[in-house]
T-cell receptor
């Protein structure tokens, strides 16, 4: 079975440019999460979708960040305009049991973003 | 805001040694998870402990959930080079917040052959 697929794996861009990260969750999973991982702050939840609907976006840093999930098999995280402090590894994760005490989440390989 | 403190942050040991990693919080969680992350990859779930005082074993790894469901530990017996990686604990939120995982910053383990 294919796991969570993310693209691109690496992205290097200049400050002010728009960046779009893509995610394909595991088929049949109804919950999708976007996380950001840095050395300083560890793994932080950015946004949580359930059945394609954004439920909790309180972790989105500011208006420069937006996320969409147009259907059950695709999600995007967009940063516009990007800034050097956005440099991090961005993970997408999906789950079929997000609303249970077991809440097993399956992570993609991540996108390493560098903003110069 | 719920926080999970992991210690130690870094650990370098010789093959065959034992080690323990700790995960502590002042908050109660509905369950506690441990993930392992290798360079260039996403975290992979190792175990979920649910009941206060619960102990789970996975080969040479022993996981324990504190009685008050606020802390946990991971003990590795006779560490192998293949155990090298970043170990993350994550608390699962209570009730309607169960979708939310609060992660510790991780323990980076290096096992030297």
């Amino acid at each position: 079975d294919a796991g969570v697929i993310q693209s691109p794996r690496h992205e290097v861009t200049e400050m002010g440019q728009e960046v779009t990260l893509r995610c394909k969750p595991i088929s049949g999973h109804n919950s999708l999460f976007w996380y950001r991982q840095t050395m300083m702050r560890g793994l932080e939840l950015l946004i949580y979708f359930n059945n394609n609907v954004p439920i909790d976006d309180s972790g989105m840093p500011e208006d420069r960040f937006s996320a969409k999930m147009p259907n059950a098999s695709f999600s995007t995280l967009k940063i516009q305009p990007s800034e050097p402090r956005d440099s991090a590894v961005y993970f997408c994760a999906s789950s079929s049991r997000a609303r249970s005490i077991y809440n097993e989440q399956f992570f993609g390989p991540g996108t390493r973003l560098t903003v110069l | 805001t719920q926080l999970l403190e992991q210690s130690p942050q870094f650990l370098s040991i010789q093959e065959g040694e034992n080690l323990t990693v700790y995960c502590n919080s002042s908050s109660v969680f509905s369950s506690l998870q441990w993930y392992r992350q290798e360079p260039g990859e996403g975290p992979v779930l190792l175990v979920t402990v649910v009941t206060g005082g619960e102990v789970k074993k996975l080969k040479r790894l022993t996981f324990q959930f504190g009685d008050a469901r606020k802390d946990s530990s991971l003990h590795i017996t006779a560490a192998q080079p293949g155990d090298t990686g970043l170990y993350l604990c994550a608390g699962v939120g209570l009730g309607a917040g169960s979708y939310q995982l609060t992660f510790g910053k991780g323990t980076k383990l290096s096992v030297i052959p």
